[in-house]
């Protein structure tokens, strides 16, 4: 079914609408850029695809390909051949079905495009059929075929009647690429080679060209910061509704921001205000509110109120409590049940983690790993300086800073200076003010 059509998608475009530096198909839905999900579905339905770059045209490559290893990607001459027909131009597509998308339209899926597929004609044009037309060019259907596309400020009272307007999305047969983009002229104010030509001059001929109604919400373009916002939220509940209907658990939704990426299994319960990114994994643990995670594994864990699970950290059958931060860690079998950072470390199951620990794994210039092993009881307010490797069976002393190398097996590690008292200190310093 792949070799039935070939995807273009159009993705060239500065979007200066986004007020950014940055090139707009780059801009994120979900953790990843926009371009990434339209390709995602893309690859779905096609095995041929190609993106038409021109604007930061290294840097959108450099992060697809990050993605992708099977995408071809085409430098458009905008100098030369500036707008949607010019970005057509020098692309020879290998199947006989031609799909054009356009590249900020993140929200498509691959069941969205599927009447492209199946509808039959020389060239199918997406429309939208919108209750308040205003602003848009209306497209003129008669007897289920589009005659033509009228701009609103050139239509007749009639015509401004008409309810279908032009969704930007087309789909050619091979033949009328190879014949009418070659044909495209810039005779316009904008000096650009417009693909809605295509449309004129093969109706010209007699071509069939068929409406395809598709829903705005699957093709709805992104052009400001507004529109990101609003797909935002539509990515949102389509992520979390999928997850919900694949057996989690989670409480008030709509105030839970689940990245494109993260995996559940088993039973898992995500609480309310909780933000899960990257390619996380969480299975059959419990996220407890407004707690962080980020590209890292959770198994048989609780993690949370309140915690934070940094990248690349790995917890298997642990308690993470509340104002707890880890990163680059692994911890099996362990209670780290508050108020505590553990970087760059190892812990070993049956270990506890006293509140207040800090693992000091960064001199300034270097970060350092420490090692803890089984059935390790780390005190309150306690500082282990890495490099540290503690062995099973410790007992860390309550307010001790561990700089030693080693603590060894069975052992007793105390650092502190000698509790000194003075006697009436209190009343002889307040005699004074």
Partial sequence: MKDKISIIILAAGKGSRMKSPKAKVLHSISGKP???????????ISNDISVVIAHQKEEVQKQMESFFDDINFVVQDADNFPGTGGAMKNIAPKNEKVLVLNGDMPLITADALQGFLE??????????????????????????QVQRIVEQKDASEDELEVTSVNAGIYAF????????????????????????????????????????????EHFKGINSKLDLAVAEEIMQDKIKSFWMNAGVIMQLPATVYIEEGVLFEGECIVENGCRITGNTLIQNSIIKSGSVIEESIVKNSDVGPLAHLRPASHIEDTHIGNFVEVKKSTLKGVKAGHLSYLGDSIIDEGTNIGAGTITCNYDGIKKYQTIIGK???VGSDT?????LTIEDDVMIAAGSTVTSGKV?????????????TIKDFYYKFFAKK
């Fill in 34 to 44: 926009m371009l990434y999900h339209i390709i995602k579905a893309s690859r779905e």
């Fill in 119 to 144: 509808t039959q004609a020389d060239i199918i044009m997406s429309i939208f059929d919108l209750q308040n037309p205003d602003g848009y060019g209306r497209v003129i259907i008669e007897d289920a």
């Fill in 173 to 216: 047969s091979k033949d009328v690429i190879e014949k009418y983009i070659p044909l495209l002229e810039n005779n316009n104010a904008q000096k650009e080679f417009y693909l809605t030509d295509v449309i004129s001059m093969a109706r010209a001929d007699g071509l069939n060209i068929a409406p395809l109604l598709v829903d705005e």
């Fill in 375 to 377: 059935n390790v009881f």
């Fill in 383 to 387: 500082q282990l300086i890495a490099p």
């Fill in 408 to 420: 060894e097996k069975g052992s007793l590690a105390i650092s502190r200076t000698k509790m000194k």
